[in-house]
């Protein structure tokens, strides 16, 4: 089995038999006395569960700070409140909890709490790698190299490649540490380590110091914000072109780029978030057209780990799993791009194909877990799962049945647009009524005018259009044709549609038709060569 560093579960060994106690108590002995009272959770494996997923949504957010609160009533409450028995939480979820915690605190560069966090993870489950790894990073800050390289030398047989390429790199980096080398080079390698892990992640700059021998020399790039937003663009525009392997290597040169020490990593953590999903989602594309599957799945489930609902993403994967005789996998992850894209032909149509091919006892089985931005357990029994529709790792809203309303204010920025998206996609009447009561045309393009807008996102806007068009007194026909008019001046926009799906082309298609003949035939001219791809 292939584990994965971020992305694979960490379910697979039986619960520990152990139980909390002999666990050292709180620095002030009051085991009993309720931290972070704000946070109010019910004392079963649900309350759990609902914690864990709503410090997974805080952390994809950027608040890491919250995000680690949230995972600490959880532990508390698990391991030290009184009010659950330790024989009736699975091992898994406690150790998942820790190393959950210890991703956000590894994040904020609380190096000793990642240490001990990922101890206690290991302690409930040995085979949790993502522990591990990140005890591995924890221990190379406080230079306790020869920890740190023993705990790499464990990870690394579990991992195939090329899952363990960051493993391989985090041992480089300890074994140049533990080499002597004069003054000046211990001086410069000793800055490099602060750097390359600021952000905290296991995809951001885990790679060594940079290197002469960097990747893909024909393809220059800067080292910068713009140089990584400029690698994608290249990529996009040479896939488009047909020319796939220039294509990876562009992307492939963006995520080097990101590893190498790009300071926005650490400063601007959304953006890099994002554009790490978007570069690992097309190069994805580029290895499905290829039929490169193993790669494709790779690639998607990295991408995943960004940005846990990029239904591209969800698709890409379902079809590498479906190639790759993993027809129930393939099922699990093409009815969660279903679920939330429910109107796209090409899901519903894989949907079929997969419960036709599955065996007729895999309707029954539980599901498994499912990649997110922290990894996620899977309950041991049905009695644990709580009352959600679905159990694989995304974010489920404790009132399902409540409609969100609609957001006050209009977006300040594209991450701010983007999180309202994200948040009311499951709602796509109140997502339409966001868009045309707060997001005007021209602040759409606005918003995008000097970064892209991802095929994913575009895809969510057409949706919100003809949901809004399809409504009385919401988006009138006019305004149809402005909103698409102003989608044509974003960034690279072109290249952008070109990557859209065959069924959201023909939301297109359904949007020019509402269009007022006066401007119609400008819109269709100038979408013909996108909609022809």
């Known amino acids: ?83 659950m028995r330790a024989a009736d939480v699975p091992a898994t979820l406690r150790s998942t909890l820790h190393s959950n915690r210890a991703f956000a605190r590894l994040k904020l560069k609380q190096w000793p709490e990642v240490e001990q966090d990922c101890t206690e993870a290991l302690a409930l489950n040995a085979g949790n790698a993502k522990a591990l790894y990140r005890r591995a990073q924890a221990r190379f800050e406080l230079n306790r190299l020869e920890l740190a390289r023993q705990d790499v030398e464990q990870l690394l047989p579990t991992l195939a490649p090329p899952a363990d390429r960051d493993a391989l790199a985090l041992r480089d980096r300890i074994l140049a540490r533990l080499t002597p080398q004069p003054k000046e080079a211990d001086d410069a390698r000793e800055k490099t380590p602060t750097k390359a892990s600021s952000s905290g992640t296991e995809y951001y700059n885990l790679s060594s110091p940079p290197s002469p021998q960097e990747p893909f020399p024909e393809h220059k790039f800067e080292r910068s914000r713009q140089g990584v937003e400029a690698a994608k663009a290249k990529g996009s525009q040479l896939f488009a072109a047909g020319d796939l392997t220039e294509a990876v290597a562009c992307f492939s040169k963006g995520l080097w780029l990101l590893e190498s020490g790009v300071p926005e990593v650490s400063t601007d953590p959304r953006w890099a978030s994002s554009i790490q999903a978007a570069l690992y989602s097309n190069r994805a594309f580029a290895h499905m057209k290829q039929g490169s599957w193993d790669e494709t799945e790779s690639d998607c489930t990295q991408s995943l780990s960004f940005h846990p609902e990029g239904v591209k993403a969800l698709y890409r994967r379902a079809l590498a799993r479906e190639a790759l005789g993993r027809g129930a996998e393939a099922l699990k992850d093409a009815e969660e ?79 701010e647009l983007l999180r309202h998206f994200n948040s009311l996609k499951k709602h796509p009447e109140v997502l339409a009524k966001y868009l045309c009561e707060r997001v005007p045309p021209e602040l759409l393009q606005s918003c995008f005018s000097k970064s892209p807008i991802e095929a994913d996102d575009l895809a969510t806007a057409l949706l919100a259009m003809r949901t809004g068009a399809a409504g009385p007194g919401l988006i009138s026909p006019e305004m149809v044709g402005e909103y698409l008019r102003q989608l044509l001046r974003t960034c690279t926009a072109d290249m952008q549609f070109s990557m859209l799906s065959s069924s959201e082309k023909e939301v297109i298609r359904e949007l020019l038709e509402k269009v007022p003949p006066a401007s119609q035939s400008e819109l269709k001219s100038r979408f013909d060569k996108i909609l022809r791809k």
């Open 1 to 83: 089995k292939r584990m994965q560093i971020v992305e694979a579960s960490d379910d697979d060994d039986e619960e520990d038999p152990g139980s909390a106690k002999g666990k050292p108590s709180p620095a002030n002995g009051h085991e009993k006395e309720q931290p972070f009272s704000d946070i109010e959770l019910e004392p079963t494996v649900a309350g759990l569960e609902k914690a864990k997923e709503k410090g997974n949504l805080l952390f994809a957010e950027g608040k890491l700070e919250d995000s680690a609160r949230w995972f600490s009533k959880a532990i508390w409450l698990a391991e030290e409140s009184g009010l």
């Open 337 to 415: 791009a279903l679920r939330l894209q429910p109107e796209a032909q090409e899901l519903q149509a894989l949907c079929q194909k997969l419960k036709a091919l599955a065996p007729s006892s895999s309707k029954s089985a539980p599901a498994s877990s499912y990649p997110v931005v922290l990894e996620e357990a899977k309950p041991e029994s049905p009695k644990s799962q709580p009352q959600t529709p679905s159990r694989r790792g995304r974010v489920v809203p404790v009132r399902p049945s409540v409609a969100p309303s609609v957001p006050s204010a209009s977006p300040k920025n594209s991450f």
